[in-house]
């Protein structure tokens, strides 16, 4: 009865030995191993718009649709501006012939100057009107250039691969110049924005590896590095920031986003910008080490 009684005891102290140990390990694990489930993927994107106005004539590709870099993706109808550019150039000829008539007429009365039949500031008449024929062909041939320019701007091009997102133009719509008409995600390089609590970051630092798990493919481990920790909270950006010396102040504990590229990239688990993911990092060795 005894021993029983002692045996139970041992038990006991060694069950919440066991427990604390565990706990213990529990509480480090996730010390060195920070994880957070506030974290989106992220991907560079292009606002692509067209650099001049007017109507579409024809669209080369479709939502969703991947595309390569400097690949047609719509025109706008080039009438107007083919039109533009044939004045440019009638208006260039115009302003040639002007000016070797004023340079004939310039050369010829310096002569006389040269010679005393004629005087000084008739001289000086025909050269200022020289220099203005020839400060008129310049702006000329600048406009024709801007003509040449606007109509090679009808041709819109993917500045880079990528996939289009939220295209809804048709032939026929009228596009204005520097208006964002839709995007184009880009497919090289994948990366993740994680918020970790300010309690969490003191032991992350670039390098260090990283295993994004996104909630669309709950099954498949991607494998990151730190790229950089922000050195600001994400709440001063935010459009009214916190106005902690007012008075009224509740101390909450901040985010700081930590950027994690994604180094293993999967087509069978296409990435997609704005996907949540889970993101845990190991503080205990740096990525080179794996």
């Known amino acids: 009865m005894g021993n029983s009684y002692f045996l139970k005891i041992g038990t006991t102290i060694g069950t919440l030995l066991g427990l604390l140990i565990l706990a213990y390990y529990v509480f480090y694990y996730f010390t060195l191993h920070p994880s957070t489930e506030d ?88 050269q200022s009107q020289w220099d ?17 320019l606007d109509l090679a701007h009808t041709h819109i091009y993917a500045a880079r691969a990528g996939v289009v997102t939220q295209f809804e133009l048709r032939p026929g719509n009228n596009v204005v110049a520097n208006t964002t008409l839709f995007m184009i995600v880009e497919q090289d390089q994948f990366w993740v924005d994680a918020n970790f609590k300010e309690t969490q970051v003191e032991r992350i630092k670039p390098n260090q590896p990283a295993s994004v798990v996104l909630d669309m493919f709950p099954g498949h481990t991607f494998h990151g590095i730190v790229d950089a920790v922000s050195s600001a909270s994400g709440s001063v950006f935010s459009l009214l920031p916190p106005e902690n010396a007012s008075g009224n102040w509740v101390k909450v504990t901040q985010r700081f986003p930590v950027k994690i590229i994604i180094k293993d990239p999967n087509p069978i688990y296409p990435l997609r910008a704005g996907a949540t993911a889970t993101v845990t990092v190991d503080t205990t060795r740096e990525a080179n080490a794996i």
């Open 39 to 126: 974290a989106y993927v992220q991907a560079n994107t292009i606002n692509v718009a067209a650099q001049v106005t007017g109507p579409v004539l024809t669209t080369n590709v479709v939502d969703h649709q991947v595309v390569k870099q400097n690949q047609l993706l719509f025109m706008i109808d080039p009438a107007s501006f083919e039109i533009a550019v044939m004045k440019a150039k009638a208006d260039v000829a115009a302003k040639k012939a002007a000016l070797i008539f004023a340079e004939q007429n310039a050369k010829r009365f310096l002569h006389l100057v040269q010679i005393g039949q004629e005087t000084q500031s008739t001289g000086d008449q025909y």
């Open 132 to 148: 203005s024929a020839k400060a008129a062909l310049s702006a000329s041939q600048a406009q024709l250039a801007q003509a040449q």
